[in-house]
């Protein structure tokens, strides 16, 4: 992984070099092992380079409309052949990317055959090789994650584009005369042409629905995301910009496989991924919570490692916390005794919690929803102090095999939209022997009244949940403009099918983009690459084509993956129905070590937009008084820290 930047005024940037300079160097992190600069010159005379740089800075002595920056963290070819900013001989074309191209080999392979000849070993070469060869669907070739830029001189374009799933971040601000990107936000607000200024609607739907992922907003009003998916095209010549989608998932339903093949295939499909992105010039370790997706990560890590030989070089990493709440050691260690690998572990303490509070909230460039973040923030801090660069993480199965326990409700009210009522009965009654009391909203008429009744013989529920301190000036502009509602509109498979609509919405438009964000900023804070087998796109495509009883099965979540992984998971691990991931234990943070700056938060003026103080501080009470959860005052904590953060107050 990298850290990439890009400045382009069609009046000329020799103005703008120091702010240049500052957006790569402030992103250091991402990339500490070399550092790279390129200057161009496009108009409707010439379209050159004047100036390119590697591990020093050279400033250009000519006006340049053009420059690319780039912050190296050395993954495949270790050497200064596969620096960046990078060009092919006779091409006329540069590139600036973060990412990975898992197939680089095979495609390398091809290119060769069609003529092309490779200085390097790095699959940054193969990416402009196939640009040269294939144009901008070059990128429909593509296994991997990426953000680059790719500097076309001979079309006078700067052609952006991001992987299908959006695993890679690129922001961008443009004003029809200036274009500016980079990886993370922070960089864009070293431009003093670059507007400071909240979103307050983002702020609105972060407050009511926790939502920070739902389209190419950001919490900035004029800095915006290229979606996963997506290519984006600018005009040297005149500063026009479009964009365009290059991937739209097949959702094509697959009627004749059974279940045993969709388990046998799954297994095939995620052995192949994790097989592919251990591609790798330096060590690959792996992400364990204890959890069925990163415990299936490490344990077919852990096959591939034995095919060759070398499982004596393993390492996981884990975080615990001794509180009940956050506590998955036991599984951890079950996966630990079965493949006998090399396990590292941090314990964050409440005071880390206070020290690395701040520049969490900095590092990440947005709000985020809960302190869970803080555990995996600690897992790659351990990850880096080990001298690893590279780690598997099991990110991603939860939305696309309905791994969260809230998505019953979708399924049962599919079942009863359907009129499968004999199957809704026997899903609930599977359901309630394993998780107890609902926690989910049950579908309406007679069947949920009858459901209701059989919900009555379990435990109660520990989530509460309120937004009558949100301001009322505030709700009353957002209310009937949410995106974020909006995007859980949006129905692709149609009417019937509540559970597949809902799981297309949280991998492809809100949930996993967050969790995406959260891995990276976390990961390349400690330049740490972090790779997800799970969102490979041949298997989430073949996952969104498999009916959902393959999915939820005999009150179990995942249940294909499960099967599909019998003989490989430990047992303890396969059937377990708990899920916590890398958890933090937030419900005492927020009466004990959190106390006091929620109460500032609450009380600060910088709030006063946004909440009501009276009304805030009665319902903090309540929680305080209960032993309900709700994630709400770690939000008003949260954005009072990130407006400070960002001099936004």
Not at 44 to 68: F, H, K, N, V, Y
Request: hydrophobic share 40%; with cysteine; glycine share 6%.
């Amino acid at each position: 992984m990298c850290g990439i930047s890009g400045l382009f005024n069609i009046n000329g940037i020799n103005g703008n070099l120091l702010e240049f300079r500052r957006s790569i160097d402030v992103v250091s992190y991402r990339g500490p092992d070399d550092y790279g600069t390129a200057y161009f010159q496009v108009n409707s005379d010439e379209a050159r380079l004047i100036e390119r740089s590697i591990g020093q800075e050279m400033a250009p002595q000519q006006q340049a409309t053009l420059a690319l920056g780039h912050r190296r963290l050395a993954i495949i070819d270790l050497s200064r052949n596969g620096a960046q900013p990078m060009t092919i001989k006779d091409q006329g074309l540069w590139i600036t990317y973060n990412g990975e191209i898992y197939n680089y080999i095979e495609l390398r392979e091809e290119l060769l055959k069609l003529g092309y000849s490779f200085r390097s070993q790095s699959d940054t070469e193969v990416i402009l090789a196939a640009y040269a060869e294939w144009g901008e669907e070059c990128v429909e070739r593509f296994n991997g994650i990426w953000a680059f830029a790719i500097v076309d001189l001979r079309r006078s374009i700067l052609f952006c584009s991001r992987d299908r799933l959006g695993v890679k971040p690129f922001h961008y601000y443009s004003d029809g005369e200036r274009f500016v990107f980079g990886s993370e936000i922070k960089q864009l607000l070293n431009y003093s042409f670059v507007p400071k200024k909240m979103n307050e609607r983002a702020i609105y739907e972060y407050l009511m629905y926790s939502a920070v992922e739902y389209g190419e907003e950001t919490f900035f009003t004029s800095i915006f995301k290229l979606q996963q998916g997506q290519n984006l095209v600018v005009n040297l010549l005149n500063g026009s910009m479009e964009k365009a989608v290059y991937y739209s998932p097949d959702l094509k339903k697959n009627s004749s496989i059974t279940y045993v093949e969709a388990g046998n295939e799954f297994r095939r499909l995620l052995s192949n991924s994790v097989r592919l992105q251990l591609r790798s010039d330096v060590e690959v370790g792996s992400c364990l919570s204890g959890g069925l997706d990163s415990s299936s990560i490490v344990c077919l890590m852990n096959r591939q490692l034995q095919d060759i030989q070398k499982t004596n070089i393993q390492r996981t990493f884990s975080s615990h916390f001794e509180d009940e709440e956050a506590n998955e050691i036991k599984y951890m260690q079950e996966v630990i005794r079965a493949i006998q690998v090399d396990a590292n572990y941090v314990f964050p303490t409440e005071a880390d919690l206070l020290d690395n509070l701040h520049r969490v909230v900095w590092q990440q460039d947005e709000p985020f929803g809960s302190t869970s973040i803080f555990a995996q923030w600690f897992v790659f801090k351990l990850v880096s102090e080990s001298g690893v660069k590279v780690v598997l993480d099991g990110q991603g199965a939860d939305e696309m095999l309905a791994g969260y326990v809230g998505l019953f409700h979708y399924y049962f009210t599919q079942l009863k939209n359907r009129k499968r009522y004999p199957t809704l009965i026997y899903e609930f009654i599977k359901y309630a022997n394993l998780h107890g009391r609902p926690q989910v909203p049950l579908p309406g008429g007679i069947t949920g009244i009858i459901l209701r009744k059989l919900s009555n013989q379990f435990g109660p529920s520990g989530f509460a949940h309120s937004t009558d301190w949100i301001n009322k000036d505030l709700s009353h502009q957002f209310k009937d403009k949410s995106a974020y509602i909006k995007s859980t509109e949006v129905n692709p498979f149609g009417t019937l099918n509540d559970l597949e609509n809902k799981l297309y919405q949280l991998t492809f438009i809100n949930n996993l983009q967050t969790l995406l964000r959260h891995e990276d900023r976390s990961s390349m804070a400690f330049s740490v690459e972090a790779r997800v087998p799970f969102l490979d796109h041949h298997l989430v495509e073949f996952v969104f084509s498999l009916p959902s009883e393959f999915k939820i099965r005999d009150g179990y979540t995942k249940r294909v993956l499960r099967d599909g992984m019998a003989g490989i998971l430990p047992e303890m691990i396969r059937q377990r129905v708990g899920k916590l991931g890398f958890a933090t234990p937030e419900r005492k943070w927020q009466r004990t070590i959190l106390k006091p700056l929620i109460t500032q938060a609450i009380n600060s003026e910088q709030m006063q937009p946004f909440i009501m103080q009276s009304q805030a501080t009665e319902y903090y009470q309540q929680l305080i008084n209960s032993e309900a959860t709700d994630f709400s005052p770690w939000r008003w904590l949260n954005l009072f820290l990130w407006m400070d953060a960002y001099d936004l107050a």
